[in-house]
């Protein structure tokens, strides 16, 4: 999301907060399941109907029709004027692509993100796909996007910081000669769509809010092959590289336990990392 964060209202699932970050107990993390599920579910349906000649705005109608047939809610639809379902982000986009008549290439990387609310929670995810052979540079992007998301919420426990997530971050993806974007954020989530707290995918040791059982927010890195400059294009939405090398994102929703975190968006078919499959299948 972008630099902003929206407050929450009050509702009988939050059973506290930390200033204006809401916490929530066993009916939030039981409703979020549920979304997040089903948002997974609908990123692995289109990861099958991704291939050369597909257009975008195809697997956008295939996933409003998976939101309508499963009484889901699509949360990207009238959201500040956004009129789809997905935002697809191919190659040099960042994020917020919008489907249209682009057809798939064999060796495009695709972003396909989701949010779908079910019963009033919102479950937010995203994830890479290749389409077709990937050049080898396209592959280890995607891997280690992939690795600074699973390290980011390897921070994600109770006693540790929001900065700590962004560090564990950057400094995997810095370490592979790859970059992160600054200028979109991870975010609260559960009852609305973008809440408090921000998670940056950088940052400092210790920096930021401590972590309480209860939070629910995603992480989202996007990492660049080049520089982390990024610009937004004319039509207000589509995120680009500015060196226009290639950038990637996935994106969970968690919420902090006890003794760690729980990710809402775990993919029910095992298909969150397309890089897994292209190792085996060469
Ligand atoms: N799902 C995006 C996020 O992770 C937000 C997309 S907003 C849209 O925060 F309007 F571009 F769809
Ligand atoms: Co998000
Ligand atoms: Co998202």
């Known amino acids: 999301m972008k630099q902003e964060a929206k407050r929450n209202s009050a509702h ?21 399941r549920r979304a997040g599920r089903l948002g997974a579910l609908a990123l692995d349906m289109l990861v099958g109907a991704v291939k050369p000649g597909v257009t975008t705005l195809a697997l956008d109608q295939l996933a409003f029709e998976f939101a309508n047939d499963h009484g889901a809610t699509p949360a990207n639809v009238g959201y500040h ?20 008549e682009r057809e798939l290439r064999e060796g495009d990387i695709l972003n396909i993100d989701i949010t779908l609310i079910v019963d009033g929670w919102y479950g937010d995810t995203s ?6 052979a990937i050049s080898r540079k396209a592959e280890r992007l995607i891997g280690v996007t992939y690795e600074s ?22 400094t995997y993806a810095e370490g592979e000669r790859m970059s992160v974007v600054r200028d979109f954020v991870g975010h609260g989530v559960g009852r609305v769509y973008h809440d408090a707290p921000q998670i940056f995918h950088f940052g400092k040791p210790g920096e930021g809010v401590e972590l309480r059982p209860g939070m629910i927010f995603t992480i989202e890195p996007m990492i660049n092959l080049g520089k982390p400059g990024v610009k937004v294009l004319a039509d207000g939405w589509t995120a680009v590289t500015r060196d226009r090398s290639l950038s990637a994102q996935c994106e969970h929703s968690i919420g902090i336990t006890e003794t760690g975190c729980e990710i809402f968006t775990l993919s029910p078919g095992g298909l969150f990392n397309p890089t897994v499959r292209l190792a085996a299948a060469s």
């Open 149 to 170: 998301l699973a390290r980011g919420i390897a921070a994600a426990r109770p006693g540790s910081t929001t900065g700590d997530i962004g560090v564990a971050i950057q």
């Open 81 to 100: 004027g956004f009129l789809h379902t997905l935002c697809t982000s191919i190659n040099h986009v960042v994020c917020h692509g919008i489907p249209a």
């Open 127 to 132: 994830r890479m796909c290749a389409v077709g």
């Open 12 to 32: 009988p699932s939050i059973v506290g907060n930390v200033g204006d970050i809401p916490l929530y107990g066993e009916e939030g993390f039981e409703g979020m």
